[in-house]
């Protein structure tokens, strides 16, 4: 019974973040279309655009290859789970234990590694800039990403989600300087991962600034389709491991009731517009940098991880 | 039993005048490298079934040196590497069975090839110093003759004057070492050695000189040099062994000493291990970057991935020496793994590089591209092994990474400074590493399986024989395995940890659901099997859903690429255009790269050229004053050839003199 009940609560879980990222990305283009003073699209369109994109033929360039149409569905598959591992609403997760946020955070690297092999697989100019960006990008965040998961595991004593969150809830913890400079370092980082000003521009097409749109530049109909899916459930599982560890008051505990439940799934839902107003805010107040000040950009971002990590290493309280 | 192994070894032995005597035949190489097939199997085995739960087992014979004799043995440390070891050499048998027919002069391969997978076996299975030496030398040497087997290419011939000049060099180390751990009595078994370790200061300079010995070999940074000119040179299926087993042996050598023979060690003994390790594994990584060379690219690669490999076992030995069994164990374990995994798909991507170079005749990945279509099973069977060195999930080589990141959160307990400081450095050089594999693999495939073929010989390849493909496949199968059922061999190796620190890591089997967890008391787990089953799953789901749901069409058109998509092939990104951000964020100033434009004046049509300089300062500050000392000394020298006989006999009488003189003076 017990087992069922946590079925249901995993599936719910998946269900929920699917749901849930296009319209996270809608409200960012909202509010931001609103701080700009233009009216924007509606709050929905991210569904419609979907919708439009699963229903139209795929046009495959000549030179594509077999790889070229399996790897959206890995792309999506990949980060699809790893959205799925965070506790959001309640924690406790059946399968949280499958993966820690290291393993979690390398199933997002096995996500990247497919798509820019797709950057390259046509054969063309602007694949190639996007995918060797892509992972020059990759290969400082990803270890400023590996050093905040250090920095919070040795407070927390676990690398496992719901373990830290747990701990991080439990009053134990207090303000730290590591953390706070984790928090830093963690936003940086998902600013970075999720192809957001200053580092990258979502919006942006036929520039040879861009980044994550030019990898995927040859993919159309359903292909695409999952590939924006993937990336709108990137957005989603950076805000929600950021709320998971840094603000997890709400997240019901793994034996809550109903209320508890709806308190968590409330309490999850605010804090995801929260974040999607907030970095609305921050994308029209900065300008996009040119691409090679993002090293230092995300070097910063790295130190602040190795120093957070740095002061445990010193003192257990800091 | 191990009687029986040293049996097979001696087959190995015999095979090498066979192959002499076969060599005009045409059938000679299949019956060779079938012979070496089955032979390292059953020693894989015999590995296998020591690890299982055999005792140890010895035997002394009355080879080498008249009062000592050669002694051999076999414990769970030994075993371990003879399954590394001869699973390797079966791969690369198989493989070569198909790939050697292709070989130009095929008695300069096969004659050494059996040899050579001889030598490393008694490496393994030697008890005393001397036969360890012996045949490390003639692994060596072996090796040595199979990287000029091609000797009309002028490169391969500089590739084995650097690597015999290294491998004496190391050699040396490793000698010099043993003398010390002999004692006074000079003892050279090695039970002697372990029943009386060297005093702590005698010990660290010891484990200086196999630092130094087994770390030339294994490729630490910056005795790497070598090591990404020979590993090329040679024929792909002895690259594959060079790179992802000789190596290995080289760890072997070192963890055999500074666990096992060294005593209990000094907490400072780790800063070395782990300092180079650091540096290994990103200067490693850095540098395949920079490559456009494929098995350039892959022998540079081995380096990093050594460093890694060093970071286990420099943390495992931080641990030990204070008294943390279980992060220890932890540590091993995971420095062993990743020795396992290493040499599993760092052979099949040299198996890839080697049906690649067969079907094009090309390694530089400038010349190539679009294979996908034209060899798609060696293409998918390469792409496995870029995803599993890259150390992405669900593949085996992100246990190996998982379990030494584990071990680095276990290190704020250890109560030395010097540590506190070194290991979070450790372990952010040892995350940009792994980030920056992923990078440099996304390159070696993308630029050389994707995208249009740069060249007629890359557009009119064809997909290579079954025997390669079947050794390809085979190793394929042994990194997902590795990668979802990691229990199984986290548990193998159990036995390995008990006997050199006392302790293992949890029973894994034992665990729901196939987990495996890094220590007992810890809260983090991994489930590789679960992460493959949700992502085929999800991904499966999505496929039929959005086929059956939405809309499945699909036609071919031309690429979009922005609206200007040009026809030829040369405007494609390429290996350094591909590598260009990375080299403008690291090279700069770890390479002191630098591009230098060439325009051409107005009015000329001369094409402008953009060329990228790359320099290698280790070389240069290390490598390169001792050839200009060695040409200086030689060239004052010289004159000693040109005396007058009685100079030479003046000088021989000096030089008597002076030498009892000296023992005058000593006594």
Known sequence: ?318 | MVTFALFCVVAFLSLSPIAVVLSRSPRASGVVYASCLIIALTLAVVGGMFLIGQPTSRITLPLGLPWLGAHFRVDALSAFFLIVVNLGGAAASLFALGYGQHEHAPERVLSFYPAYLAGMNVVILADDAFSFLVAWEFMSLTSWALVVAHHRERENLQAGYVYLLMAGFGTLALLLAFGLLAGDNGNYLFESVRAAPPSPSVAAIVLVLVLIGAGSKAGVVPLHAWLPLAHPAAPSHVSALMSGVMTKVAVYGFVRIAFDLLGPPVWWWSMPVLAIGGATAVMGVLYALMQHDLKRLLAYHTVENIGIIFIGLGLALAFKAHGMADAAALALTAGLLHVFNHSVFKSLLFFGAGAVLNATGERDMEHLGGLIHRMPQTAFTFLVGCVAISALPPLNGFVSEWLTFQAILLSPQLPSWGLKFLVPAVGALLALSAALAAACFVKAFGITFLGRPRTPAAADARETDSHSLAAMFFLSALCLVAGVLPGIFIDALAPVTNALLGVSMPHQAGLDWLTIVPVAESRSSYNGLLVFVFIVMSGSIAAVAIHRLASDKMRRGPAWDCGYPDSSPATQYTASSFAQPIRRVYGTTVFHAREVGDMPPPGSARPARLTVEIRDLIWDAAYAPIAVFIEYATGRLNVLQFLTIRRYLALVFSALVLLLLVLAIWS
């Open chain 1, 1 to 318: 019974m017990v087992l069922i009940r946590d079925f249901a609560f995993q599936g719910a879980q998946m269900l929920l973040v699917l749901l849930l990222a296009p319209v996270l990305t809608g409200l960012v283009r909202v509010v931001k279309a609103r701080l700009l003073r233009r009216q924007g699209p509606p709050l929905l369109q991210p569904y419609r655009d979907l919708i439009r994109l699963l229903r139209k033929e795929v046009v495959l360039a000549h030179s594509a290859s077999w790889l070229f149409r399996v790897i959206p569905y890995l792309v999506f598959a990949g980060t699809w789970v790893a959205a799925s591992l965070v506790p959001t609403f309640r924690s406790g997760l059946l399968f949280s234990w499958s993966a820690d946020l290291i393993a979690l955070i390398a199933l997002l690297g096995s996500a990247r590694f497919f798509l820019a092999l797709a950057g390259l697989d046509v054969g063309t100019s602007f694949g190639g800039i996007g995918s060797s960006r892509e992972v020059m990008i990759a290969s400082l965040a990803e270890p400023a990403m590996l050093m905040i998961v250090f920095t919070v595991a040795l407070i927390a004593g676990s690398t496992q989600l719901s373990v830290m969150a747990a701990h991080m809830t439990s009053g134990a913890v207090g303000l730290r300087v590591s953390l706070g400079l984790a928090l830093l370092a963690l936003i940086m980082v998902s600013i970075a991962e999720n192809a957001r000003i200053p580092i990258d521009n979502p919006a942006t097409h036929l520039e040879l600034t861009m980044v994550h749109e030019a990898m995927v530049l040859e993919y159309s109909g359903r292909h695409l389709a999952l590939i924006d899916l993937a990336s709108e459930l990137k957005l989603l599982f950076y805000v929600s491991v950021i709320a998971c560890l840094f603000i997890p008051w709400g997240i019901a505990p793994p034996d809550g009731n109903a209320g508890a439940i709806a308190v968590g799934a409330a309490s999850y839902v605010a804090k995801l517009a929260a974040g999607a107003v907030l970095l609305a805010v921050f994308e029209t107040s900065i300008a996009k940098m040119r691409v090679f000040r993002v090293p230092a950009f995300l070097g910063a971002a790295l130190m602040l991880g190795l120093l957070g990590t740095l002061l445990l290493f010193v003192s257990g309280s800091l």
